[in-house]
């Protein structure tokens, strides 16, 4: 079967924003988004995403669609298996249901497989191979790409990065450095540092402080930096572990915290090869993504485009 031609769509199903891109021959030509504030489930969800449809479709038909959904999927049948964050989804045939309102072939996946694809084809680990990306946004993904496909493993196993251990029995990468609770480490630190850089930028928030970490800690603040620190050293020691199992050509930072930029890029990547054994350094490097807030819609539509043409 030859690649489908005509538009491909690209859906992002995440826990604080939805996406949906229309693509033609991989490039972006309509885009509809919606921020998930408040109290969310997934019939909720769906509304918005039927909407977003509804107008998409007003102005054209897709040949393909891709979904990357934020949490473990069935990317055989179009299940999600649940969801970490908003209740409603376990069981449900995301597939079946969208392809019942665009009438065309309908590929779902993990949101952090199809984004380490789009990082992988087309962004910033584009040219290398194997390449290993992670995301740290309302929770933490990883996936990787072997020779420009998704790597998955023996059913029903992937890449899930941030359910990696950080110590025998102890917390997961998700529960340590997703934004959310990067939000909440902040908000704990504030307490007992009202007087800091960090503080003041951060005066009156109850969510999404992490924004402030890069100016705050470009002013040389001393709670900016050592909450880096902490993120990226518990980051950099997951990380080990995948490169000492896969052994990438480049590692892919991806996600809304990782527009803290280079101070956590750089601390990464110092924390990453610091845990390696002496053979393999120097160690792949840490890239910031390229596609950026756009990976998984258009990664999406990269993966419908390769399973369409099976």
Same mark, same amino acid.
């Given at each position: 079967?030859?690649?489908?031609?005509?538009?491909?769509?690209?859906?992002?199903?995440?826990?604080?924003?939805?996406?949906?891109?229309?693509?033609?021959?991989?490039?972006?030509?309509?885009?509809?988004?919606?921020?998930? #504030?408040?109290?969310?489930?997934?019939?909720?969800?769906?509304?918005?995403?039927?909407?977003?449809?509804?107008?998409?479709?007003?102005?054209?038909?897709?040949?393909?669609?891709?979904?990357?959904?934020?949490?473990?999927?069935?990317?055989?049948?179009?299940?999600?298996?649940?969801?970490?964050?908003?209740?409603?989804?376990?069981?449900?045939?995301?597939?079946?249901?969208?392809?019942?309102?665009?009438?065309? *072939?309908?590929?779902?996946?993990?949101?952090?497989?199809?984004?380490?694809?789009?990082?992988? #084809?087309?962004?910033?680990?584009? @040219?290398?191979?194997?390449?290993?990306?992670?995301?740290?946004?309302?929770?933490?993904?990883?996936?990787?790409?072997?020779?420009?496909?998704?790597?998955?493993?023996?059913?029903?196993?992937?890449?899930?990065?941030?359910?990696?251990?950080?110590?025998?029995?102890?917390?997961?990468?998700?529960?340590?450095?997703?934004?959310?609770?990067?939000?909440?480490?902040?908000?704990?630190?504030?307490?007992?540092? *009202?007087?800091?850089?960090?503080?003041?930028?951060?005066?009156?928030? #109850?969510?999404?402080?992490?924004?402030?970490?890069?100016?705050?800690?470009?002013?040389?603040?001393?709670?900016?930096?050592?909450?880096?620190?902490?993120?990226?050293?518990?980051?950099?020691?997951?990380?080990?572990?995948?490169?000492?199992?896969?052994?990438?050509?480049?590692?892919?930072? @991806?996600? @809304?915290?990782?527009?803290?930029?280079?101070?956590?890029?750089?601390?990464?990547?110092?924390? #990453?090869?610091?845990?390696?054994?002496?053979?393999?350094?120097?160690? *792949?490097?840490?890239?910031?993504?390229?596609? @950026?807030?756009?990976?998984?819609?258009?990664?999406?539509?990269?993966?419908?485009?390769?399973?369409?043409?099976?």
């Amino acid at each position: 079967m030859s690649a489908p031609t005509g538009q491909i769509w690209g859906i992002e199903i995440g826990g604080s924003k939805l996406q949906i891109f229309t693509l033609l021959d991989r490039t972006i030509v309509d885009r509809w988004s919606r921020k998930l #504030t408040g109290t969310v489930d997934a019939p909720l969800i769906r509304s918005h995403i039927a909407q977003g449809l509804a107008e998409l479709l007003g102005k054209s038909r897709p040949a393909a669609v891709g979904v990357g959904f934020g949490g473990p999927v069935d990317w055989r049948t179009g299940r999600i298996l649940l969801s970490h964050q908003i209740a409603g989804w376990e069981g449900f045939s995301i597939r079946d249901w969208i392809a019942g309102i665009v009438s065309c *072939p309908v590929f779902v996946e993990n949101d952090s497989n199809v984004a380490a694809l789009a990082e992988g #084809t087309v962004g910033a680990g584009r @040219g290398l191979d194997p390449v290993f990306y992670f995301n740290m946004g309302s929770g933490v993904g990883g996936g990787l790409v072997v020779a420009g496909r998704i790597y998955h493993g023996a059913p029903p196993g992937e890449v899930e990065f941030g359910h990696v251990r950080l110590s025998s029995g102890g917390p997961f990468v998700e529960d340590k450095c997703s934004g959310w609770a990067v939000d909440q480490l902040i908000a704990q630190k504030l307490h007992t540092n *009202p007087q800091s850089r960090l503080a003041s930028l951060c005066a009156g928030m #109850t969510r999404g402080q992490a924004i402030h970490l890069r100016p705050a800690f470009e002013a040389g603040d001393e709670l900016a930096i050592r909450i880096v620190e902490q993120v990226a050293a518990d980051i950099g020691f997951a990380l080990s572990h995948a490169v000492h199992l896969f052994h990438p050509a480049v590692i892919v930072m @991806g996600g @809304g915290l990782s527009l803290v930029g280079e101070p956590l890029r750089a601390a990464i990547e110092r924390h #990453t090869h610091g845990q390696l054994m002496a053979a393999f350094l120097p160690g *792949p490097a840490v890239k910031l993504a390229k596609v @950026g807030e756009d990976a998984v819609p258009v990664g999406a539509a990269i993966n419908a485009e390769y399973a369409s043409a099976k």
